[in-house]
């Protein structure tokens, strides 16, 4: 089976297929029921580096403050955008610090970006991992705003507060790539999974010293059971190489 790209929301549909650009192939749908959310988790009690993207004012994707003036999201989430802004630092999407993005870098070999903001804001950046922070089946943590039914359109059930699911680790090597071929993190479903919304959010895992650290930006899900995350540790030097982190 083939991985859905988990998508940003855009005039009420959820861009897993739709927004596949000219140049991709859209993925086919999975067979069987589909969940398109973070399905079961739980809402998240503390995200004080969460920034929820809107592409021309509506709902796109989840992403992380990692400076002062720089988004870490997922390409396909910027990819034929119009305006970008984001609500940074709050557990509610409807609240914190507004920011508007001024330029966009997309990576060369993965479904990354960085989006530069029109000022700095002021939180708490989300700490990046280094390689082997991520290891086979370790539990780490996925956040997003996804949407949260599967009754109705997703675009009508994004989560207003952000939401946490634990997933367990099942390859980092290359077995494993994001929707643009890059090296990612696989996981299977714990007690909740990615989906619609949720692209460009963060996976988070413990590293040597015991603490949290991003290793993973949501890419691709069937939204059952497994998600890729574009494996942020990875690709340091391109990040640091833009925003100096």
């Given at each position: 089976?083939?991985?859905?790209?988990?998508?940003?929301?855009?005039?009420?549909?959820?861009?897993?297929?739709?927004?596949?650009s000219p140049a991709m192939a859209a993925p086919e749908q999975p067979s069987g029921p589909v969940g398109p959310r973070i399905i079961d988790g739980d809402l998240a009690k503390s995200g004080p580096w969460a920034a929820r993207q809107f592409n021309d004012g509506r709902e796109a994707c989840s992403s992380t403050i990692i400076?002062?003036?720089?988004?870490?999201?997922?390409?396909?989430?910027?990819?034929?955008?119009?305006?970008?802004?984001?609500h940074i630092g709050n557990l509610d999407q409807t609240q914190g610090e507004k920011a508007t993005g001024v330029k966009v870098h997309e990576s060369p070999d993965a479904d990354l970006a960085l989006v530069e903001l029109d000022h700095e804001v002021q939180a708490t950046y989300s700490p990046l991992g280094n390689p082997g922070d991520a290891?086979?089946?370790?539990?780490v943590q996925l956040y997003g705003w996804g949407a949260t039914c599967t009754d109705k359109p997703e675009i009508e059930c994004q989560s207003q507060h952000l939401k946490v699911a634990n997933t367990e680790v099942t390859a980092v090597d290359g077995s494993c790539?994001?929707?643009?071929?890059?090296?990612?993190?696989?996981?299977?479903?714990g007690d909740g999974i990615a989906a619609g919304g949720d692209s460009g959010g963060p996976m988070f895992a413990k590293n040597a010293d015991g603490k949290d650290v991003q290793v993973g930006v949501a890419s691709t899900s069937d939204r059952q059971t497994r998600?890729?995350?574009g494996n942020i540790t990875q690709y340091r030097d391109w990040v640091k190489s833009?925003?100096?982190?």
């Open positions: 089976m083939r991985l859905l790209r988990i998508g940003a929301v855009v005039a009420g549909v959820a861009l897993t297929v739709l927004g596949a400076a002062p003036k720089w988004i870490l999201t997922a390409q396909h989430c910027v990819d034929g955008a119009g305006e970008l802004t984001f290891e086979v089946g370790e539990t790539q994001d929707y643009r071929g890059g090296k990612a993190v696989c996981v299977k479903r998600s890729t995350y833009i925003a100096g982190v």
